[in-house]
């Protein structure tokens, strides 16, 4: 008898998959014998148990054409992870058009268009799958001098959210997965700013930041059918941070 929060044979893709959260899902779902396709810009530093095709979420083309390949090559999806994504810092009323633009394509627009068209794929097939999209602590409380990464992140919650309620009937579930500050390469800068690192790490209850292997579990439980009864929600892993109410 299969766990209730088995993913085993899950044909999966997870978008940014070759590094930080996206890297540390791609083998945690492969170990739980999901069958793993990461789409993302860049191949994989080291070798795995899972496909790789190149995908540009900045060029709609290049997303349309990556799935192209996957439904050629599998089955439709059973389970969708997006948690590419970039950040452009800077302060707002300095900020520049072409880092807005190209925050709003890769993490809003791309997006939608991978859920757009996998999403279709299940309406069409008839499968009851699971939509993961990451977005940030920063889509939950206001963050200075990055209005890129915070409004794009918000849109992505709000998405979600749209996306839940009309394809529920469908059978086709849509949550978020709310991380807080987490030791990934986009994060290096404050990671190795001492201070900022400590003043987020204070910022949590638990009072440190998150390793991307700590959002595996979560990822798991919305993949699987153990939160067969769970749509869009804002699944909050954050070490307390939200909680803390900083």
Known sequence: MKSLYSVEGYQTIIVGGSRGIGRALSYGFSQANARVTILDINRPESEGDFNFIQC???DETSIKSALNKYHNDNSVAKVLINCAAI???GQSHLYQDNDWIKSLSINLSGIFFLCREVGKKMIEQKIHGSIINF??????QGFANNPGYAATKGGVKQLS???AVEWGQYGIRVNNIVPGY???PMNLKSWNDKLLR????????????AEPEEM??????????ASSYVTGIDLIVDGGWKAKGI
Do not use: C, M, Y
């Open 161 to 163: 959210k749209a996306l």
């Open 135 to 140: 977005t940030s602590i920063g889509a939950e």
């Open 198 to 209: 400590k003043q987020r790490s204070d910022n949590s209850i638990l009072g440190r930041w």
């Open 56 to 58: 540009d979420l900045e």
């Open 87 to 89: 950040t452009i810092p």
């Open 216 to 225: 595996v579990g979560p990822a798991i439980f919305l993949a699987s059918e």
């Open 182 to 184: 987490t030791h990934t």
